[in-house]
């Protein structure tokens, strides 16, 4: 088990921005590709954003190309989505989830957070 935990989430006025973090006590972490992935109410879960175990290769969602980025710090542990120009269709539960190798595919992802609640107003 590798448990991932994630922070930052917040109202936000939209044009706003907002940090997400996700760390893990486990120090096999910074080997596993991190991705961001999220869920509104009544909808399924989708992908936002990916980042390999290196931080040499990120993938984005094209919905928020542009306005989001993804960032890790392996010496802290830590993978980043730094959201700005946020719309109130970012509106969601964000999760980060974890694998070895690297996808964009929900499916492909063996350890998930609890989520934290992003909520943007117009």
């Known amino acids: 088990q590798v448990p991932l935990v994630e922070s930052g989430g917040g109202l936000v006025q939209a044009g706003g921005s907002l940090r997400l973090s996700c760390t893990s006590s486990?120090?096999?972490?910074?080997?596993?590709?991190t991705a961001w992935f999220r869920q509104a109410p009544g909808k399924g879960r989708e992908f936002v954003s990916a980042i390999n175990w290196s931080g040499g290769s990120t993938d984005y969602a094209d919905s928020v190309k542009g306005r989001f980025t993804i960032s890790r710090d392996n010496a802290k542990n830590m993978v980043y989505l730094q959201m700005n120009s946020l719309k109130p269709e970012d509106t969601a539960v964000y999760y980060c989830?974890?694998?070895?190798?690297?996808?964009?595919?929900?499916?492909?992802?063996?350890?998930w957070g609890q989520g934290t609640q992003v909520t943007v107003s117009s």
């Open positions: 989830a974890i694998k070895m190798g690297y996808s964009t595919n929900v499916r492909g992802y063996d350890y």
């Open positions: 486990s120090r096999t972490f910074s080997a596993y590709a």
